[in-house]
């Protein structure tokens, strides 16, 4: 085996390694860390790098809907009803004081899990907003600056993505770019296709 066939299967292994890191970053703080140092690592060469890594974004979880309750360490359906017969069991062994006493209890418990809910529901927000804009960072320094890059693709495809995501400020330089794009005549059909889709995607 020679160094460029090892180099690309090293390429390979990060790359598959990075976006199954993405896709199973349930809050959104692994995704962040990793796509500044990717960022980094881009601009320090240049943005002379591999397609291979710029599409590894393509498997951020940026969607911003909440995860199920289990998985943010709550307990499963079949657990919530044991514990509630449970609950109902101890209760009528209790004395009106001691019943009053749960009440307060339980239903300071209940605040506070809403507020720790809530909490997390703000920072995973932040966390995915913080990580695209990033993201657009790149993608739009690449369109601005090195149209005639192999990274293209994988850029339009990405605006394509996560177009909905796109601030309304940023509509109208976009659109500007992608038709300036267009009209050089020098992107293939797939990825006309996707500076197409990305304004559908922005004026929708």
Known sequence: MNSSDLEGKVEKACCSTISELFKNDIIGDVSLEIVQQI?????????????????????????NVEEPVDQ?????????????????????????KQRRKFTIRNRLQRELRETEAEER???????????????????FRILKYSQDSPLMSAVLEGL???????????????????QSLMETNTLSSRETMQCILTCFEILS
């Open 160 to 178: 394509a993505k996560f177009a909905h995501l796109i601030s309304i400020d940023y509509f109208t330089d976009l659109m500007t770019v992608l």
């Open 39 to 63: 960022m980094k690592m881009i601009k320090s060469r240049g943005y002379n790098v591999k397609p291979a890594v710029i599409k590894t974004f393509l498997d951020l979880q940026l969607h």
């Open 121 to 139: 529901k703000e920072n995973k927000t932040k966390l995915q907003t913080d990580t695209i804009k990033l993201v657009f960072y790149v993608y």
């Open 72 to 96: 943010l360490g709550g307990v499963s359906t079949q657990n919530k009803k044991d514990e509630k017969l449970k609950k109902k069991i101890e209760i009528k062994k209790m004395t009106r």
